[in-house]
């Protein structure tokens, strides 16, 4: 009962990306027997990769516009989840690293989508934003592994550290 981009929409969005360059399409869903042309033929693996070289990804997806965004490409999706996850919300509202457009506006997402692709300098900006959100975050496993290394060390001088919930 979810909605996002249909067929409709979808060979809208070829039309309007084929005016700027080659367009590939990702899908968990069988597709138009015209739009399965557009199929991206990758392994899983190598789906990272992929969305770091692209220069705008326009979807439904919320885990793969999250991912394009960190890594630095442009993002669209296009959904009824829009606004109500706070990691999309914060690459969004506070990085501008990707937008979100809900599924009752089909002509904003069209809007959008060619803002962002008549936009000179995109790559340019969107690394900036990208450095931006990364000099703001906290490397994880860099943090655990340190934590991990400063909590055995305190633990062999006889240090105990204790934690509450």
Known sequence: GVAGI??????????????????????ERPL??????????IDPKEMHEF???I??????????????AVLG???VRFNDFVG?????????????LTYGIKSNQPEKLFEKVEELINQNDIEAEWELRRQKMLSESIDLT???TSFLIDYSKSHENGIQLKYYN
């Open 73 to 75: 490409t442009p993002s």
């Open 32 to 41: 138009h027997p015209k739009l399965e042309a557009y199929r991206v033929q």
């Open 6 to 27: 249909h067929d409709e929409y979808a060979f809208r969005l070829v039309e309007l990306l084929q005016q700027k360059g080659k367009v590939f399409i990702s899908s």
């Open 55 to 68: 220069d705008l990804l326009v979807g439904d997806s919320q885990t793969m516009t999250a991912e394009a």
């Open 84 to 96: 109500r996850l706070g990691y999309l919300e914060e690459l969004e509202h506070k990085y501008q």
């Open 142 to 144: 860099h943090f655990l």
């Open 51 to 53: 969305l770091s070289q």
